[in-house]
């Protein structure tokens, strides 16, 4: 397990020594997991009082409407944290579902402690809660990213603004996007049928290019 944790390449423990990571593991307690293809990791209205690393594979965050539709709103991926917007919240309820889409393993951090300093004072405690700040706010600004994409009223012009966006974060017009079809659609709340018609449309007009999940903007 302490090879695991050394070898993790999470943004929450940047600027923390490998050797460091233990004891401050220790200091604020953790706990692996391990959970099978389509597990429950945590459901919607369930207490959050942990964050999450994804050790190796992914944890999707799904939201499910009254008439039991489900939308994926975002897949967390290995070294990715999840949880922390709720851990962090007045009554740390969960608005979503945890759930696995492949054999995942997690490393869970309880907020709390994370979050005070240590009697100690370790230096790379306070450094984990800085860390923990900017993830916090590079999750708003990628919820920004969507919003804007999600709130086009085409999914032409969806599309656009993902692939335009993806192109900006990546700095070049030939690109790879993280999701498949079915998460693509998911993700831009549309239907996957339509949203497979409309990309070859683009293709054929001339705006685009693509093979699978590698794009050109033309």
């Known amino acids: 397990m302490q090879n695991i944790i050394k070898e993790l390449n999470t943004p929450l423990f940047e600027g923390i020594a490998p050797d460091d990571r233990i004891g401050m593991l220790g ?3 953790y706990h692996f997991a391990s ?7 945590a ?3 369930e207490n959050i009082n942990h964050v999450g690393i994804v050790v190796s594979g992914a944890v999707d965050m799904i939201k499910e409407d009254i008439w039991g539709n489900k939308t994926m709103l975002v897949r967390v991926r290995e070294n990715e944290v999840f ?3 709720f851990a962090c919240g007045t009554d740390n309820l969960s608005i979503v579902t945890f759930q696995v889409p492949e054999d995942t393993h997690v490393l869970f951090m309880p907020f709390g402690r994370m979050m005070c300093r240590c009697t100690n004072a370790c230096p790379f405690h306070q450094r984990l809660i800085e860390n923990m700040v900017r993830v916090i706010a590079d999750k708003n600004r990628d919820l920004m990213r969507k919003v804007e994409a999600v709130s086009k009223r085409t999914i ?6 993902y692939l335009s966006i993806q192109a900006q974060t990546q700095g070049t017009r ?11 659609a998911e993700y831009l709340c549309v239907d996957r049928s339509a949203l ?8 054929d007009e001339g705006l ?3 093979d699978r999940n590698w794009f050109r903007m033309l």
């Open 27 to 29: 200091c604020t307690g």
């Open 35 to 41: 959970f099978s293809k389509g597990e429950i990791v």
């Open 43 to 45: 459901f919607e209205n």
């Open 83 to 85: 949880g922390e917007t």
């Open 156 to 161: 032409r012009e969806k599309l656009l603004s």
């Open 174 to 184: 030939y690109f790879e996007i993280p999701l498949g079809r079915i998460e693509l």
């Open 196 to 203: 497979t018609r409309e990309l070859v449309k683009m293709k």
């Open 208 to 210: 685009i290019d693509y």
